[in-house]
């Protein structure tokens, strides 16, 4: 039973999808227009006004896209500061901490972003510290608001590439039937960076579906898990403390509620 729109939400989603035929595409499969409807209803997401981008065959919110909901549902503040322990100016590393709060009461909802010249795009370097202020507040935001969808300021910085042409480091690629899943020898690997590392696998896999993009972790692509495996890896051995900052921003603990 689908839920009734309200005559504004009506005029919002015509007007979306009046934008996708004129400026993307007057052919997309019938399963984006459905999740830009869901979209639209659920979070009064605009396209006009720059809230959502499709990017690799998937609906993205923006930075501005996130704030602009923080502000119709009346966020009462966000709150960024710092993690000077993961900071290093000399070598441009950022770590940020954002707490958004939803209302007065609000305990409010904690997100963690990171960025140096290793896991951003080129035409970003030099604004490191605003790029992790920014994927902070994102996280942050997207938790508050139950939005399970990468920003896109999130998408493909990990390899260094922009997030429009993102370039994967792959993983030797077993046979694999659906190809919709990861095969044994990327498990396999997953698995070993965990025990390596000690990290919580609970944590890992969330973190995995946040990566990807994704609800759930059997619904990323291939390219998707073995790009987050390598990523996990490669921050793993650079700097440990801040993967498991990180990791510890999806502990439900640490989420709060309002």
Request: glycine content about 8%; charged content about 25%; some cysteine.
């Amino acid at each position: 039973m689908k839920l009734r729109c309200s005559k504004s939400q009506q005029t919002l989603i015509a007007d979306n999808l009046r934008f996708v035929k004129r400026f993307i595409s007057q052919n997309l499969p019938p399963v984006l227009l459905e999740q830009l409807r869901e979209l639209t209803r659920n979070f009064s997401l605009s396209l006009k006004c720059g809230d959502l981008l499709l990017l690799g065959g998937g609906w993205y919110v923006t930075h501005a896209g996130l704030i602009r909901l923080a502000k119709r549902c009346r966020c009462s503040g966000i709150q960024v500061q710092p993690v000077r322990q993961l900071s290093d100016q000399v070598t441009r590393r950022y770590a940020f901490r954002a707490t958004v709060y939803k209302s007065a009461r609000c305990r409010g909802f904690v997100g963690y972003g990171d960025a140096d010249p290793s896991n951003v795009s080129p035409v970003v370097h030099g604004a490191e510290m605003r790029v992790a202020e920014t994927r902070a507040v994102n996280r942050a935001l997207r938790k508050a608001y139950g939005i399970g969808i990468c920003s896109v300021e999130e998408i493909g910085s990990f390899a260094g590439q922009p997030a429009s042409h993102p370039e994967s480091k792959k993983l030797p690629q077993p046979t694999n039937g659906n190809g919709n899943h990861s095969g044994p020898k990327v498990r396999d690997r997953l698995c070993q960076i965990i025990r390596q590392h000690q990290l919580d696998p609970n944590l890992v896999k969330a973190y995995a579906t946040d990566f990807c993009g994704a609800k759930t972790l059997r619904e990323a692509t291939r390219e998707q898990v073995e790009n987050f495996v390598q990523h996990l890896a490669d921050w793993a051995e650079k700097d440990r403390n801040a993967l498991l900052c990180q990791l510890n921003s999806y502990m439900p603990a640490k989420e709060g509620a309002a």
